[in-house]
């Protein structure tokens, strides 16, 4: 399975941005799905997640009531539509297999893809 992230770019505070997730090789509809995001020089984060049929979705808590993660397995893409975005959004945000539970990435995932950048700036 191999993901691209897109969408990603320059916002003010408050303002809103959609990214995608577009996935190609078997069985996208196979795996939960998950948003991940990296400031400079900390962690990777979970963000959210969505079940394989789209019916189940996490977020984590700052983020809650703001990002909504959907999916459409006919084209093989998900969305995160992102709401009244902060300065602390500021990240690069990758998409990734991920466990719903802990919004943490599978074990396979062995590698990542470039990510798609979002800046949040007055």
């Known amino acids: 399975l191999q993901l691209v992230e897109s969408g990603g770019g320059l916002v003010q505070p408050g303002n809103s941005l959609r990214l995608s997730c577009a996935g190609s090789?078997?069985?996208?509809?196979?795996?939960?799905i998950g948003w991940f995001r990296q400031i400079s020089g900390k962690e990777r984060e979970g963000v959210s997640c969505?079940?394989?049929?789209?019916?189940?979705?996490n977020y984590t808590d700052s983020v809650k009531g703001r990002f909504t993660i959907s999916r459409d397995n006919a084209e093989n893409v998900v969305f995160m539509q992102m709401n009244n975005l902060k300065p602390e959004d500021t990240a690069v945000y990758y998409c990734?297999?991920?466990?719903?539970?802990?919004?943490?990435?599978?074990?396979?995932?062995?590698?990542w893809g470039q990510g798609t950048q979002v800046i949040v700036s007055s």
């Open positions: 969505i079940s394989a049929g789209g019916s189940y979705k």
């Open positions: 990734a297999p991920c466990v719903m539970l802990t919004l943490g990435p599978q074990t396979s995932v062995r590698s």
């Open positions: 090789g078997v069985a996208f509809d196979y795996y939960d």
